[in-house]
């Protein structure tokens, strides 16, 4: 846990982490990830396997600097509304509080997205009664616009249920669209001032071919399928995201919070593990993906490991690809 962290590989190796959603708060990066547990139960498409029961917090005072875990600030045990599953989670700050923004099922079995609060980066945070109400599915992931609007993008397919919403109700047996239409895109709602509600229903994401098309069901080289995260870059917003099937982040470029968005290209290659999951950051004037795979498992798909490496930009704004296992 003392040792010095480096690019490309786990950030910690005393417990399995993934989802990590990167933050500068009072100068330092803070990763708030999912804590993968070290079971060897089946696994299947739903994600049962995904059983995670809290959140750690970590941060480096610096890329090079050791990892270091703040330990438990939050237990399933202590989330009123939530069953299991505390799923990848984000972090905001505003108001002077620091807000801990994270999907999990509820007793009916049925993903939401919860808020927990506190007064320090590294927790603990103390969780809502209840869920954000008008919430469901998976990833969320908050962005504090530089006019202090905040936005939860959100929403994961197959496990993470968001083929069940298309009606805007739950629909347990609902099935994706057919691949010749239009893929369902990643939601967003802006949040309330206090960052417990949303001030309105949650708006569908389009993300546009470079003929201005929507990108279709079938397309799963660039639709979305989960882990949603949006940064600034130049005054543009950049949507990024897993695409599930075809295991790569990609993103998709706006001048809108809200899009549509139009797609780009590829972050990073597929990953060692089924699922892949990031968030980028800019720290002490550079940019910084963070990632997971499974190497430290030999490729066990439920015991992730947290990884970083640098992010870079061309002048047209282009980012360029990472190969995750390239020099
Ligand atoms: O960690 C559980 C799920 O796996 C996340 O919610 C997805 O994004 C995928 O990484």
């Not at 808020?115 to 945070?125: C, E, L, M, Q």
């Not at 616009?145 to 993008?153: F, P, R």
């Not at 298309?166 to 960052?195: C, K, Y």
Request: some cysteine; glycine content about 8%; hydrophobic content about 30%.
């Amino acid at each position: 846990m003392s040792t010095k962290t480096k690019p490309n590989e786990p950030i910690v190796t005393h417990i399995y982490t993934a989802d990590p959603s990167a933050h500068v708060f009072d100068g330092k990066l803070y990763i708030y990830p999912s804590h993968d547990l070290d079971h060897d139960e089946p696994s299947n498409d739903n994600g049962d396997q995904y059983k995670m029961e809290d959140y750690h917090v970590l941060s480096m005072e610096d890329v090079s600097a050791p990892c270091i875990d703040h330990g438990e600030v939050l237990h399933v045990k202590d989330i009123p509304w939530a069953s299991k599953q505390l799923w990848a989670p984000d972090a905001a700050y505003k108001n002077g509080k620091y807000y801990l923004v994270f999907p999990a099922r509820d007793h009916d079995n049925i993903f939401r997205i919860g808020v927990a609060v506190s007064d320090n980066p590294a927790g603990p945070f103390k969780a809502e009664e209840n869920y954000i109400p008008g919430s469901f599915s998976i990833d969320p992931a908050v962005l504090v616009d530089d006019d202090q609007k905040a936005y939860v993008y959100f929403g994961g397919l197959w496990g993470g249920q968001l083929e069940k919403w298309q009606t805007g109700s739950f629909i347990p047996d609902a099935e994706g669209p057919d691949p010749s239409a239009p893929a369902l895109g990643p939601r967003v709602a802006e949040l309330s001032e206090d960052m417990l509600t949303f001030k309105h229903d949650p708006k569908e994401i389009t993300i546009l071919d470079e003929d201005g098309n929507p990108i279709l069901a079938g397309d799963e080289d660039r639709r979305f399928f989960e882990g949603p995260w949006v940064h600034k870059y130049n005054g543009l917003y950049y949507l990024s995201y897993s695409t599930g099937t075809t295991h790569k982040i990609v993103y998709a470029v706006s001048e809108n919070p809200q899009g549509p968005f139009t797609f780009k290209g590829t972050i990073l290659k597929p990953v060692i593990g089924w699922t892949t999951h990031h968030s980028i950051v800019e720290f002490n004037g550079k940019w910084y993906l963070f990632y997971h795979d499974c190497s430290m498992s030999d490729g066990v798909n439920h015991k992730r490991s947290v990884k970083f490496t640098e992010l870079n930009y061309n002048e047209d704004g282009k980012i360029q690809t990472i190969d995750p296992y390239g020099e």
